[in-house]
């Protein structure tokens, strides 16, 4: 049985935890919660720090401390941060008792096969930085998470 099969997440190395991202940048998009229904939804806007290109932070090692609200997974606090991830990221799926789907790099055995399957969000992002005005968020949600 693979580890993801047998292992909860708090059970993990570190290895096997960083082999869980999939590297589609979803993460890195701005999210925005209702502050009625505390619904949250995934805009297509990026945080400045994502190399849209490449899916991958260019200060990862800063992030913290460059971008107060960036989502720094721990192993141990799955119920705080699960419902903030997207619906396809390996942290949330297993989180929820689910499976890896299988276009996912741990499965398919490479990472093309996440560009394949549309994951990425390097052709639809865009920067925080070229939106003028934060009331514009609105128009750039692209799914609702909860
Ligand atoms: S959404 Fe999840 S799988 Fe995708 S880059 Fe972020 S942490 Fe990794
Ligand atoms: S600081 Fe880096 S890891 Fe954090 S949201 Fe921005 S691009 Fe993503």
Redesign the pocket.
């Known amino acids: 049985m693979n580890f993801w099969q047998s292992k909860k997440l708090p059970e993990m190395t570190a290895e096997e935890w960083e082999a869980l991202c999939d590297g589609c940048g979803q ?2 998009l701005h999210k925005l919660e209702d502050e009625d229904t505390g619904q949250v939804a995934l805009t297509s806007i990026a ?1 400045d ?2 190399n849209i290109k490449t899916c991958r ?4 090692g800063e ?1 913290s401390q ?2 107060p609200e ?2 720094v997974l721990q192993q141990h606090d799955f119920a705080e941060y699960g419902r903030w991830l997207p619906k396809t990221c390996a942290y949330r799926l297993l989180g929820e008792g689910k499976d890896l789907p299988e276009w996912h790099p741990l499965v398919s055995g490479t990472t093309e096969s996440v560009k394949a399957a549309g994951m990425r969000v390097s052709g639809y992002a865009l920067k925080a930085s070229r939106i003028k005005r934060s009331e514009d968020y609105e128009d750039y949600i692209i799914e609702w998470l909860d």
């Open positions: 993460c890195c945080c720090l994502l932070c260019r200060r990862y992030r460059l971008v960036c989502l």
